[in-house]
Structures are given as structure tokens and as C-alpha cells.
């Protein structure tokens, strides 16, 4: 993004979402790439969501509002999943050491990558909700929280959106890189006021208990839930 606002080569997008007609009073679609997800309107950006630092969107999902729990007046909700962005030099360490002061400072400098790296897997486990609210004709005012998948979860790699008949809500369908996927429910207002919770929890295996990497989530109908 920064690049892009200073002449140089915009980042290319990584994913998109079409935004629900609950947010026909500004957003109509939302693009992510390294950096932010954008929301776009006519052609116009109206609004931003930044992202961790390093990391790019690599899945999204919209829900409506209504199927949110929230009520039309507080918009829908834009699930996102941020994975690392750019890959560490693997080039970074390849000259031996010379004498204990660059010992010292090659072992500050994998300690670092180490503890970064960590910190990616934790924003990659985690999903970011933006609740959109439009606050005038030409901008959207997101409200955003993270929901923390509790028990060690793998990296977010699909979402999917779960109807329900009425008048339980939609779900919002988390797969995740070791075969779990986890549904969440939002209840209470919208915004700030959400709250999150997860009430399904699935774990996918193969013979031998070998764990499947979720690559997509599809909903079928209310009645037959998930096709992933």
C-alpha cells in the first residue's frame, strides 16, 4: 500500500470477497493484499483494514448482517485470516562466524527470527471480524476484533459461511491446516458490542489418524451443513 501511494507497483492482490447487500450504503467489495484489505465502492476505496505487519490476507469470508445475529443496522461482518508475507532469507545466515562477537550477534539474530516467526503462526491461528458499518454515502467505519482459536489451532486456511434456518444464526466456518474446522456464532449487538463463540468443533482425519489440510469450505443447505 505504502508503495502504491508513492508511484511505485501497487502489491497484487491475494484475495477477494463480494460484500453482502447490507453494505450497499458503502462497501460492495473487498480486496486484500500485503499490508490491508481494502473496501470498495464504485470503483472508489472507502474504507481500510490494516493488517498485522508482514502479513498479507489469505482467506477472506463475508456474512450478511441479519445472518450475523447483529440486526441490518449494524452492517455485515468480513472474516479475514493474515499468513506471513514474505518468507525469511533463507540466505540470511550462510557465512560462518568469525570470533565471538559474531557468534554472539548470529545467535541474537536467529533468537529474533525465531520469536518472529512464532508471532506469525499466532496471527495466522487467529481470525480478524471486521463489522462494517457505513457511516456515510462514501465511507465505511470497520470495527474490528480477533478471535483467538483456542487449543494450539494450526494456521486459518478456509472459511466458509454456514446457513442455518431461522432463527439460529449463520455461522462463520473455520478450516484450519490440521484438518479442524470450528464454527462461530455472533451474538449480542454488532461492532463492539459482538460476541463471539465458538459452538462446533470438528476434526478431520484420515486412516491412521493422519490430519487434512482444509483448502476450501463450501455450504450446501441448511439442513446437509458442509461440504469441505
Do not use: K, N, Y
Amino acid at each position: 500500500m505504502t508503495q502504491a501511494l508513492l508511484g511505485g507497483r501497487p502489491e497484487p492482490v491475494t484475495c477477494l470477497v463480494a460484500l453482502p447487500r447490507g453494505c450497499s450504503r458503502g462497501a460492495d467489495l473487498a480486496s486484500g493484499s500485503e499490508g490491508s484489505v481494502r473496501l470498495w465502492a464504485a470503483g472508489e476505496c472507502v474504507g481500510t483494514i490494516v493488517a498485522p505487519p508482514g502479513t498479507a490476507p489469505a482467506c477472506m469470508a463475508a456474512l450478511p448482517a441479519a445472518a450475523a445475529g447483529a440486526g441490518p443496522s449494524s452492517g455485515p461482518c468480513l472474516a479475514v485470516a493474515f499468513h506471513q508475507a514474505r518468507p525469511f532469507d533463507p540466505a540470511a545466515f550462510r557465512l560462518v562466524p568469525q570470533g565471538e562477537e559474531q557468534r554472539r550477534r548470529r545467535a541474537e539474530a536467529l533468537a529474533a527470527q525465531a520469536a518472529q516467526a512464532a508471532a506469525f503462526e499466532r496471527v495466522a491461528a487467529s481470525v480478524t471480524v471486521a463489522s462494517l458499518r457505513a457511516e456515510s454515502p462514501g465511507a465505511v467505519q470497520p470495527s474490528v476484533s480477533v478471535l483467538g482459536l483456542a487449543g494450539g489451532a494450526a494456521r486459518v486456511t478456509a472459511f466458509g459461511c454456514l446457513p442455518r434456518a431461522p432463527p439460529a444464526a449463520d455461522g462463520l466456518v473455520c478450516g484450519t491446516a490440521d484438518g479442524a474446522l470450528r464454527v462461530w456464532v455472533r451474538t449480542g449487538g454488532g461492532g463492539d458490542d459482538a460476541v463471539w463463540r465458538c459452538e462446533e468443533h470438528l476434526a478431520l482425519r484420515f486412516g491412521g489418524g493422519a490430519a487434512a489440510t482444509i483448502a476450501c469450505v463450501e455450504p450446501l443447505t441448511a439442513q446437509l451443513g458442509l461440504l469441505s
